[in-house]
């Protein structure tokens, strides 16, 4: 996984492997984590973009981490961005589409 | 007992005596009635197409006959050679035997949009499966739906169909029609309509096959033959000014072929309406308390809806096109609409494209029908995997297609499966196999190799599941 944060825009952009499976998943919820801290954000102060150009598959375990990280951002700051259609059919189904704005 | 009980109970004290003397046909008189009533239909098709426009101010007659040449010729070919009286199949081997028998009383719920040709076909559906049918009109098509059911209950009886197998709710009682639905006897209701109605039905208690709206996207892939792709969705989307629910609403295209698809549309006396002509559109097409299609303008042709709108178009015009960019609530042509309207959408690439097809198909159209125009078997196969749709049809105007029979091999149908996905339990083009209590003769083929393992096994925890499937299997 990928972590790049914007201080301008007060962004997070994550990319992610083709396969985020249980493994996959809880190595990317630990980066995440981690750079949170590391740039010094506090919860509901930043957006984070989730970009999934490339993500063939996905797991129970990441889509706890979308849920997560969009509790975190200010609102309506989360979004996920580049997804292949039948990932995007995984949000629909679990009906968090909306939610967690995917595109 | 208030008056409606009352006449619910008649209805259903007539509609089960002839279901117990149904039961007493076999297979060649049960056919004979059945030919006799397509006879009888099909002799009048031209007839009820006249009275069914003439009643509800609906689509175009020339197509209404062309739907009850469906609902007649088509059907009753598909339907005449099956058994679906007594013995239906018989396998020594396996050792069962198939039996057919009626469920009883059956209610079709007839909606407005097609008011002849679904009586046609939900009574010969009826009849070839012994099953007395109670016909209820659409309050704005009482009088052609009840004369379509009158004609054909005069040939059943005539063919010594049973008294009463064919009844018909004249007045449009919504609380006698709900009485029916629910009455302790009624065994299925086949429902055909608007989401109320098909959900009142599935409330009922009473099992039921329910068919709701469609929002059929249509793609068009790169690889398709665009001029052929247009002339029949263009086919599809007039035929009756667009009331069938399988017909398309939204037509989806890649940036590449896009400026071509248009020109296409154009070049075949299609209309792109500028935005303040979309808005204007919107207003009429749209009932505002609901969200979803104004009834006003359900099977007008364009002429009407420009009229109504207030916007100027071309007087030889088929489609108004209305290029949205969106789906929702936002962009209210997103929806479904049984009227000469098309919405019609650029996407950047394949997979955006599809995810559009995605939205469009969850926007009130789960499970009824998607099409696709391709000469490449792979993004037909990608497409129809990502679709929620009982039937996809390919290089194919949809809104015949998905009826069957004509384009396809389908079972020709007035009633479309939706899947659970629109809350039905099928996905299937409703027809007789879905109007029978199937019995099943089961004699004693024994299992050899459930016979030959030593079941003790079972009761030894130590014994592993990859233990006891090579036991089990071992070949002796």
């Given at each position: 996984m990928e972590f790049a944060f914007d201080e301008r825009s007060q962004t997070i952009q994550c990319r992610f492997s083709a396969k985020m499976d249980a493994i996959s998943s809880a190595e990317a919820a630990e980066i995440f984590g981690k750079g949170i801290k590391e740039v010094s954000l506090r919860p509901g102060d930043f957006a984070a973009v989730f970009d999934m150009k490339g993500v063939e598959y996905v797991s129970s375990a990441f889509l706890r981490l979308c849920l997560s990280a969009a509790k975190q951002?200010?609102?309506?700051?989360f979004s996920i961005i580049n997804t292949e259609p039948q990932i995007m059919k995984v949000f629909k189904i679990a009906g968090l589409d909306a939610l967690l704005r995917v595109s | 007992m208030n008056n409606t009980a009352t006449a619910a109970n008649e209805i259903m004290e007539r509609a089960i005596m002839a279901a117990g003397i149904f039961e007493m046909l076999d297979q060649k008189k049960t056919d004979r009635i059945v030919e006799e009533v397509f006879n009888a239909g099909f002799n009048s098709r031209v007839r009820f197409a006249k009275m069914a426009y003439e009643e509800t101010?609906?689509?175009v007659w020339e197509h209404k006959v062309f739907k009850n040449v469906l609902a007649t010729q088509i059907v009753y070919e598909n339907i005449k050679d099956e058994k679906t009286v007594g013995v239906i199949s018989e396998d020594n081997l396996s050792g069962i035997t198939e039996i057919a028998q009626p469920l009883g009383p059956i209610l079709g719920i007839i909606p407005v949009t097609n008011p002849t040709s679904t009586v046609l076909f939900k009574i010969i559906i009826a009849m070839k499966t012994r099953n007395p049918i109670i016909i209820a009109p659409h309050p704005r098509a009482v009088r052609c739906s009840s004369e379509a059911a009158r004609i054909c209950y005069k040939a059943a009886v005539e063919a010594d169909a049973p008294e009463d197998c064919i009844q018909w709710i004249e007045s449009p009682d919504r609380e006698l029609t709900q009485a029916v639905m629910k009455h302790k006897d009624m065994a299925m209701i086949l429902a055909t309509g608007g989401p109320g109605l098909v959900k009142a039905a599935y409330s009922s208690g009473t099992p039921a096959l329910g068919v709701g709206p469609g929002n059929v996207p249509v793609f068009i892939d790169e690889s398709a033959d665009i001029p052929y792709a247009v002339e029949n969705i263009i086919l599809s989307k007039t035929?009756?000014?667009?009331?069938?629910?399988?017909?398309?609403q939204a037509v989806v295209v890649e940036k590449k072929i896009s400026g071509t698809v248009l020109k296409e549309f154009e070049k075949q006396n299609c209309y792109f309406m500028s935005s303040e002509e979309i808005q204007k559109v919107e207003r009429i097409a749209i009932d505002p308390s609901t969200g979803l299609m104004s009834v006003n303008i359900i099977g007008k042709p364009v002429s009407v809806i420009a009229d109504m709108a207030g916007i100027k178009v071309p007087p030889d015009t088929k489609i108004l096109m209305a290029r949205i960019e969106g789906v929702g609530k936002e962009y209210p042509l997103s929806g479904e609409i049984l009227a000469p309207i098309l919405a019609f959408y650029v996407r950047d690439d394949f997979n955006s494209a599809i995810k559009l097809c995605i939205d469009l198909n969850y926007l009130g159209g789960l499970g009824h029908t998607v099409s696709i125009y391709a000469n490449n078997d792979e993004r037909i196969r990608q497409f129809s995997m990502l679709m929620n749709a009982g039937r996809i049809v390919v290089n194919t105007p949809s809104a015949q297609g998905a009826v069957g029979g004509i384009y396809n091999s389908l079972n020709t149908s007035f009633t479309l499966g939706c899947g659970t996905w629109g809350k039905?339990?099928?996905?299937?083009?409703?027809?007789t196999r879905h109007l029978l209590n199937i019995k099943r003769i089961c004699r004693r083929r024994t299992n050899e190799k459930w016979l030959n393992f030593t079941k003790e096994k079972y009761l030894d925890e130590g014994e592993s599941a990859d233990d006891i499937i090579r036991g089990y299997h071992r070949n002796y």
């Open positions: 951002t200010r609102e309506g700051g | 101010g609906i689509g035929f009756d000014n667009g009331t069938i629910c399988a017909s398309e039905n339990i099928t996905t299937e083009n409703v027809t």
